[in-house]
């Protein structure tokens, strides 16, 4: 006679989601990131020649080297195991923390 195994558990309901204002992974990522931007450009426009360049042209590059830099770092950036983006009761869209298990 064939017996049938035990059913499995419910599995356990997520835990509720907490507005927060402490910042992302994305957040750190994307500030270390424009810093390294920053210093990398500079290295490229030494060997760019920087000061036969106009120094308009020398902000521009620093500006979309440390824009492009910063938004590749961030897109990368997987979210926290804890983190989640909720909608509040009246339609913002915010990060929020997972409330530790109890």
């Given amino acids: 006679m064939a017996t049938n195994p035990p059913a499995s558990p419910p599995p356990a309901p997520n835990p509720p989601a907490l507005p927060s204002n402490a910042p992302t992974n994305k957040t750190v990522a994307a500030t270390g990131a424009s810093a390294v931007g920053a210093a990398l450009s500079t290295i490229l426009l030494y060997y760019l020649g920087g000061n ?40 913002r869209v915010r990060t929020a923390r997972l409330a530790p298990p109890q």
Avoid: M, N, R
């Fill in 52 to 91: 036969s360049l106009p120094d308009t042209v020398q902000t521009a590059i620093t500006t979309v080297v440390t824009a492009v830099f910063t938004l590749v770092v961030a897109y990368l950036t997987p979210p926290g195991a804890t983190e989640t983006v909720i909608t509040t009761p009246d339609g």
